[in-house]
């Protein structure tokens, strides 16, 4: 057994022994969803600094905790705070929380987050379905040894975000009248934002929107066998498409802005995949 799997299954451990909860679906609140969890009913709460061997995350705006609850009649388990790769952990450590939530019981993963706005199209506060990812310099989480109890040694990337999740999620934009755009999503490492040279790489590469995460926590569900969706929140034109500098409290004001129709769309699909 490796060490990554081995502490997987202390912190799973850990968690049961403090909270008996089984969710149907994990969703990972990004940057303007952080009071999502406000609006679920809550079972539970437990701060990762608990957990044995968790790592904790310590971006600005990010809260530390899992919220256990229902949306409706939906059992979930939120991820109130993610871990980056920038904040020093391992890769290993950045998707701990994600395959977490599958042992916990969890078959959907619903992944949110802010970005930069690549195409040019796009403005602060648009909304848009992830139809695929790039993940730029970031390690694949799945380098080193595989553990046959999470999956397979090469996994199919095919079809990363779930077809059918994703033709729900557009079912309940256009029912609620939420304009909502659909591209594809690059992750670099961050912390620090993109030149300007780097956009138009990205843009050449073929992304509509950058960040800091999502794709290697994607990538670890799909590995598991989970049915991953995931909605990007555009919070600023990304380097060299706008005239004013990038920062962290642009991307919050803007997050906040779009978080009522996020948070709509957001219930309102879950809602949707509960029937399923």
Not at 8 to 18: A, G, I, Q
Request: charged share 20%.
């Amino acid at each position: 057994m490796n060490e990554v799997f081995e502490k997987l299954e202390r912190c799973y451990e850990s968690v049961k022994k403090k909270v008996d909860f089984a969710p149907k679906i994990a969703l990972v609140l990004g940057s303007g969803l952080g009071d999502y969890a406000d609006s679920i009913r809550v079972e539970a709460e437990l701060p990762y600094g608990e957990i044995e061997g968790f790592p904790v995350s310590t971006a600005p705006g990010h809260d530390g905790k899992f919220i256990f609850g229902y949306v409706g009649e939906v059992p979930v388990v939120c991820m109130k705070g993610r871990i980056h790769y920038y904040e020093g952990y391992p890769i290993s450590d950045v998707v701990l929380p994600t395959r977490l939530m599958k042992l916990m019981g969890a078959e959907i993963l619903f992944l949110t987050n802010a970005s930069g706005g690549v195409n040019p199209a796009y403005k602060a506060g648009d909304l848009m379905l992830m139809t695929d990812h790039i993940a730029c310099f970031v390690p694949n989480p799945l380098i080193g040894a595989n553990e046959d109890k999470l999956g397979v040694r090469f996994p199919d990337m095919s079809e990363i975000y779930d077809k059918e999740l994703r033709e729900v999620i557009r079912g309940c934009a256009k029912e609620a009248d939420i304009p909502i755009r659909e591209g594809v999503y690059l992750q670099l490492t961050g912390p620090s934002y993109e030149s300007p040279a780097e956009v138009r790489m990205l843009h050449t590469l073929g992304a509509d929107a950058v960040g800091m995460s999502t794709a290697v926590e994607a990538i670890a569900a799909n590995h598991m066998g989970m049915k991953v969706c995931g909605i990007s929140c555009v919070c600023n034109p990304a380097a060299g498409l706008s005239p004013q500098p990038l920062t962290h409290e642009e991307v919050q004001e803007a997050a906040n802005a779009a978080a009522p129709l996020f948070k709509r769309l957001v219930t309102e699909s879950i809602l949707r995949f509960g029937q399923k």
